[in-house]
């Protein structure tokens, strides 16, 4: 049992929708009848932290085409005289165009949530949970000061409720709780675009990172009443973190791994929704000299994306998707689950970029990549490409790799039989001896001495044996070196064993050469010194 | 105004706050006029059952015995697990053809004349006719596209009820093999699959399902199911409503969760919670309890 979880009512109280408008000229929207107050005595509300972020889970009312249901809503004069206009909607990774407007209107925005089988890398099927039927969903843009007219369509096959906060709306849940909506239902709210900014909009509906994690997420582009710089490209790409039950890349159809999403170990993180979704023929495109715009968000749900474009430096950062003050010059941008930003860069050379989360374990492991196709004449003033390719030789002494060393050939032409027992005894020798006699058997000054090029073992090579066999305490010099330390005997090597890293010590590093059997080493061994 | 809680009382009732069925029906047609039709339909619905000493057989039902259950949310205070009294519950969705039986007998239910305070327009949407399923409906798939109100008749007109939210719930935490079902690695496997899955067509026939430890079948893989108080889970507080400062101290008021990590038991509850009682859905469905002895 996991201890409760409890929320401030003023958490909940933000995905009441019974709030009275303050300033807004919006009054509520009455055909959202106002819910019957909870009888006295009953405890109000509220929920632990998966359904206060659920907004909004239900709590109050919704549209409803109940013929009993009065329609009584009207929009206040000075919003109702808007002119109305269909809101352009588009698929990622395009934007709509830009707004020639310089007065406000009524935008109605028809958005359907559709739950659908699509790929998410070759061969691996996903059910996805859309916002028009793309991952991210349709992108939205609107002016500063419009009024928003949103219907949220569920589709008569989804299996569940689903709802939207756009992070763009002023009020209780984002409209969460308004747009709550029952498959084979649709929900309509309004709300004034009151700040200008590059929003997230998501799925709100419990358990919320489910129905985020199944792709419910887009963006709403809200222009300043001014505009923004004309450019010659626009993109939309968002991020998302995905959890399936099985490994990235294993076949057929995927379900959604709820512990995997609890621990935040996502099986992909990816850019537009699939594997390769802008790879190969969905790569973005344009051509030397073009102004590149791109609006770029998270969806989450959990991972915060290092944004970045290999090869590019973005010459204006949006950050957090505000027009107020932008960065100049930047790398890399942080963009956090339910944020995103606006970067412009002007391409110069031509080529391929890549578009990474540059915690690259992501790019190169969970598809978070992407790329940008740049065509157009080559600009050497910028970037020369590869002008030399020549041999390289060190000027000092170019070390040796530790496998050539340990792996160093024996004295050539061994019996075979001796041959063998070198090998076998190299094995043993890298898993136990190494560690105190050092890889290459130099030992390590006072500690541990050296076993190549041992006057001490060129001595006496079975004493070697009977060391080995029964550890060895006290002073002993080698190569005229004094070491007093103890070396434990390993007993657990078999006679085999002791024969073959015997052998293969005096075979190695300029030592004598020779083998001992495991016979001796028996012998050796059982011998009363 | 009599409280629909004291209407429903009259039944074995372990939480009387999930029993809110005027309000919850209140909330969601919101004409007054229509209450007192609704406190007769409810009367009707919640008519008390002859008494007995002992279970009867019951047809076609599994007897759920007596039990705690541990909810995914419960109001504040409550305790940790729920104890849900023995009783009866179908051993299978209701299917098209028992509903046939029922809208033949039943005319005011057929699609064309059922009242529209009632249902919405998608009212049994995927049958042919008014007495014909079709083939988009097969007799012994589940009937869907049918409103609380709907199912509420049905379960009357057949002497039986609809199971609460507790019920349900507890029948449900039944695996196949194991009793918690959250432990049951093939009982959860169906359980993802299904939900990963937008609505099909045409849906299987019920007499595939597989039983649960109760016995009880084709709870997975389905349809979602009504419960006679599918809305009772969130109760709103509203900045005006006057107890705003008593909810605003934890625990004062409110619902806690018992198991964040129960993904599957939240999408029932939002599915519950996005229902009015005259909604109709596609995957949406339902099957009946009663009561065991007085």
């Not at chain 1, 963006?219 to 995905?242: A, S, T």
């Not at chain 1, 004493?463 to 330390?485: Q, S, Y």
Request: aromatic residues 8%.
């Amino acid at each position: 049992m996991k201890p409760f979880h409890c929320i401030p009512s003023q958490i909940i109280q933000a995905s009441s929708e019974a709030i009275a408008p303050v300033d807004t000229p919006l009054p509520r929207l009455s055909r959202h009848r106002a819910a019957p107050r909870a009888p006295a005595g009953l405890p109000t509300v509220i929920a632990g932290l998966a359904l206060a972020l659920a907004a909004c889970l239900p709590l109050v009312a919704r549209a409803d085409d109940d013929p009993s249901s009065p329609r009584a809503f009207q929009l206040p004069p000075e919003l109702a005289s808007l002119p109305v206009e269909e809101a352009v909607l588009t698929s990622p990774p395009f934007v709509p165009p830009p707004i020639k407007r310089d007065y406000p209107a009524r935008v109605v925005v028809h958005l359907e949530v559709r739950e659908i089988v699509r790929p998410i890398a070759d061969g691996t099927l996903y059910t996805f949970w859309t916002f028009g039927g793309t991952v991210p969903g349709s992108f939205l843009r609107v002016r500063e000061g419009d009024l928003i007219d949103f219907h949220l369509e569920n589709s008569p096959t989804s299996k569940l409720p689903h709802n939207i906060d756009m992070h763009a709306v002023t009020g209780p849940g984002g409209g969460a709780v308004a747009s709550f909506t029952a498959p084979g239902h649709s929900s309509e709210f309004m709300f004034r675009a009151l700040k200008p900014g590059l929003y997230v909009y998501h799925c709100a509906t419990a358990p919320v990172p489910m129905h985020i994690g199944n792709g419910m997420y887009g963006m709403v582009l809200v222009e300043p009443k001014g505009g923004l710089p004309p450019v010659d490209k626009e993109y939309y790409v968002m991020q998302g973190d995905f959890y399936t039950t099985g490994a990235y890349g294993d076949p057929g159809l995927q379900s959604f791994d709820a512990a995997k999403s609890i621990d935040e170990r996502p099986t992909y993180v990816l850019f537009n929704g699939s594997v390769g979704a802008l790879t190969g023929a969905g790569a973005l495109t344009a051509k030397v000299g073009d102004r590149v715009r791109i609006y770029f968000g998270v969806g989450g749900p959990n991972l915060t994306s290092s944004f970045h474009i290999i090869g590019e430096i973005f010459d204006r950062v949006y950050p957090d998707g505000t027009f107020g003050h932008p960065l100049e010059d930047v790398q890399t941008t942080t963009v956090p689950p339910g944020s995103a930003t606006v970067v412009e860069f002007r391409v110069k050379v031509p080529g391929t970029y890549l578009l990474v989360d540059h915690a690259l374990s992501r790019a190169f492991n969970q598809g978070a990549l992407g790329m940008l196709k740049v065509s157009g004449p080559e600009n050497r003033n910028v970037y020369s490409g590869k002008v030399s390719y020549t041999l390289f030789h060190s000027s000092g002494p170019a070390p040796q790799p530790v496998s050539a060393i340990v792996n160093a050939p024996a004295t050539p032409a061994l019996p075979s039989p001796v041959l063998a027992q070198v090998n076998r005894g190299r094995v043993v020798f890298n898993q136990i001896c190494f560690a105190c006699h050092q890889p290459n058997g130099q030992g390590l000054p006072t500690l541990f001495p050296p076993l190549a090029g041992s006057d001490f073992l060129k001595a006496n090579p079975e004493r070697a044996a009977r060391i080995v066999t029964h550890g060895l305490t006290g002073p002993v010099t080698v190569n005229g070196k004094a070491f007093n330390n103890i070396m434990p005997a390993q007993s657990q090597l078999s006679d085999q064993q002791v024969a073959d890293v015997l052998t293969f010590v005096l075979n190695s590093w300029g030592n004598p050469g020779g083998n001992l059997t495991p016979a001796r080493v028996h012998e050796i061994r059982n011998a009363t010194q | 105004m009599a409280t629909p809680a004291t209407i429903r009382d009259t039944r074995p009732c372990p939480s009387g706050l999930r029993h809110h069925v005027l309000d919850t029906v209140g909330r969601f047609l919101g004409s007054p006029s229509v209450i007192p039709v609704l406190i007769g339909l409810a009367c009707l619905a919640v008519a008390p059952l002859p008494s007995v000493g002992l279970p009867l057989p019951a047809p076609g039902m599994v007897l759920i015995p007596a039990g705690l259950y541990t909810p995914s949310l419960r109001n504040t205070g409550d305790s940790a697990t729920i104890p849900v009294p023995a009783f009866y519950l179908d051993e299978f969705p209701v299917t098209n053809a028992q509903f046939l039986d029922f809208v033949r007998s039943h005319p005011q239910w057929r699609r064309s004349h059922a009242a529209r305070l009632f249902v919405d327009g998608n009212y049994l949407a995927n049958w042919a006719g008014d007495l014909d399923p079709g083939p988009l409906a097969p007799p012994d798939a589940p009937v869907v596209d049918v409103s609380w109100f709907a199912a509420e008749a049905y379960a009357a007109a057949a002497g039986k009820r609809l199971p609460s939210t507790d019920e349900w719930e507890y029948a449900f935490s039944s695996g196949y093999t194991l009793r918690d079902a959250r432990l049951d690695p093939a009982f959860q496997h169906d359980l993802y699959a299904w939900l990963a899955l937008p609505a099909p067509p045409t849906l299987p026939d019920v007499r595939a399902g597989r039983a649960n430890t109760f016995g009880v079948r084709a709870m997975v893989g389905y349809v979602w199911e009504w419960v006679d108080d599918f809305n009772s889970a969130l109760l709103s507080s509203s900045p005006d409503s006057g107890d705003a400062a008593a909810a605003r101290v934890c625990g004062s008021g409110g619902f806690s969760a018992g198991d964040l990590t129960n993904y599957a038991a939240f999408m029932r509850i939002a599915l519950r919670s996005s229902l009015k009682a005259r909604d109709t859905v596609s995957s949406l469905g339902f099957r009946c309890a009663k009561d065991v002895g007085p």
